[in-house]
């Protein structure tokens, strides 16, 4: 199975400022058809998980344009320009390349 | 807008079984692959489950593959687990979802 490896686990970040959550992949994700199958999730407190970024980098609709996802291959990353009292919940990488699918640990994501 | 709604989760005692199912609208339900997807308390996520839009495709997780059963009804927009030989393992809310959206979980209990 692909191993999603995400970090830190814990983000303490202040309102206003930026954080950056990386996950890395045990091998490429990369599929036959050219795409790169990585998803991002957030999970409020209290609530179902929702998509934020599907295929590295495309938002999902409603999604605040605060929220950006990066990377290639086995490295990705995704950032919030600036955090705001909302954002606060765990982040949790996916990847829908190979079979099974499989999430990272989760990145837990509060105010300092 | 996407609406799915679980039922059928409960407390039941190892070895036992439960079904699963999930009501879906406010999407053409037939044009989608369905998942299920579950959080064991406290902890993160882990897809179980994978059905095509037409059913042909199937696949599950090592870890419920020859227990359980996923299935679907597209005349009635539902999607269907079938849990067998349950584990005090498999205790976690279970999620039906559509990658752009995520019903509110059910929790299903594995406990003597």
């Known amino acids: 199975d692909v191993v999603m490896t995400q970090s830190p686990l814990s983000l303490p970040v202040t309102l206003g400022q930026p954080a950056s959550i990386s996950c890395r992949s045990s091998?490429?994700?990369?599929?036959?058809?050219?795409?790169?199958?990585l998803n991002w999730f957030q999970q409020r407190p209290g609530q179902s998980p929702r998509r934020l970024i599907y295929?590295?980098?495309n938002r999902d609709s409603g999604v605040p344009d605060r929220f950006s996802g990066s990377g290639s291959g086995t490295d990705f990353t995704l950032k919030i320009s600036r955090v705001e009292a909302e954002d606060v919940g765990v982040y949790y990488c996916?990847?829908?390349?190979?079979?099974?699918?499989?999430f990272g640990q989760g990145t837990k994501v509060e105010i300092k | 807008q996407v609406q799915l709604v679980e039922s059928g989760g409960g407390l039941v005692k190892p070895g036992g079984s439960l079904r699963l199912s999930c009501a879906a609208s406010?999407?053409?339900?037939?044009?989608?692959?369905m998942s299920w997807i579950r959080q064991a308390p406290g902890k993160g996520l882990e897809w179980v489950s994978y059905?095509?839009?037409?059913?042909?495709?199937?696949y599950y997780a090592d870890s419920v593959k020859g227990r359980f059963t996923i299935s679907r009804d597209n005349a009635k927009n539902s999607l269907y687990l079938q849990m067998n030989s349950l584990r005090a393992e498999d205790t976690a809310v279970y999620y039906c979802?559509?990658?752009?959206?995520w019903g509110q979980g059910t929790l299903v209990t594995v406990s003597s």
């Open positions: 979802a559509l990658m752009t959206g």
């Open positions: 406010g999407f053409t339900f037939s044009d989608y692959y």
């Open positions: 059905i095509s839009s037409s059913g042909s495709t199937i």
């Open positions: 091998q490429s994700l990369v599929y036959s058809d050219g795409n790169t199958y």
């Open positions: 295929k590295v980098s």
């Open positions: 996916m990847q829908g390349t190979h079979w099974p699918w499989t």
